[in-house]
Nanobody, 120 residues
Framework: QVQLVESGGGLVQPGGSLTLSCTAS????????MGWHRQAPGKQRELVAT???????VYADSVKGRFTISRDNAKNTVYLQMNSLKPEDTAGYYC??????????????WGRGTQVTVSS
């Protein structure tokens, strides 16, 4: 059984910063990609950023230069540092990882999400 637990969401003013974290736990043999998606009301879920085990990163154009994704492999944790936040960044943010669990094949796992609201 693998679980993802996210934290760090909240209410912030435009121009402010937040850091999200997501920790994977359970019977984990290996982790490949770790990343974040977001979904605003009435919109489709979209990729925000992802980081591969070798530290290669991919960002959505809308967050390049403002968000930074990083990971701590020893802690099975991925972080999303969000700076210069805009109202349009308001969404539920979901952690997504590609994990090889003990006795199971590689598959994607999702967290339950953490809300980020950018408003004055």
């Amino acid at each position: 059984q693998v679980q993802l637990v996210e934290s760090g969401g909240g209410l912030v003013q435009p121009g402010g910063s937040l850091t999200l974290s997501c920790t994977a736990s359970g019977s984990i043999a290996s982790i490949n990609t770790m990343g974040w998606h977001r979904q605003a009301p009435g919109k489709q879920r979209e990729l925000v950023a992802t980081i591969i085990s070798g530290a290669s990163t991919v960002y959505a154009d809308s967050v390049k230069g403002r968000f930074t994704i990083s990971r701590d492999n020893a802690k099975n944790t991925v972080y999303l540092q969000m700076n210069s936040l805009k109202p349009e960044d308001t969404a539920g943010y979901y952690c997504n990882t590609h994990i090889l669990a003990v006795g199971a094949p590689w598959r994607d796992y999702w967290g339950r999400g953490t809300q980020v609201t950018v408003s004055s």
